[in-house]
């Protein structure tokens, strides 16, 4: 079954990748119930349930200075 909203909003997930962030911050700031950086480690890390509507996924991941952030697309149970 595809992740989505009440609203049919279809959701995905993201990752960081923690040995290319750089810790710049614009994930937090963009999608603060989603990403964190951590003040020791100055790494970003998902939080919450890791899930985003897909633009804003999608917004967040071309933000990235350093391209760390991925899409994980749900699991193809649903082929048409
Ligand atoms: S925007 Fe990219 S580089 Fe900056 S903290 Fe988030 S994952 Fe790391």
Do not use: H, W
């Amino acid at each position: 079954m595809a992740d989505e909203t009440s609203d049919g909003v279809e959701l995905v997930g993201v990752q960081v990748n923690e040995d290319t962030c750089i810790g710049a911050g614009q994930c937090e700031m963009l999608e603060e119930d989603t990403f964190y950086v951590d003040d020791d480690t100055v790494i970003a890390g998902v939080i919450g349930t890791g899930m985003l509507p897909r633009d804003r996924a999608q917004k967040v991941v071309d933000t990235c200075p350093s391209r760390a952030i991925t899409i994980v697309e749900p699991a193809a149970e649903e082929e048409q």
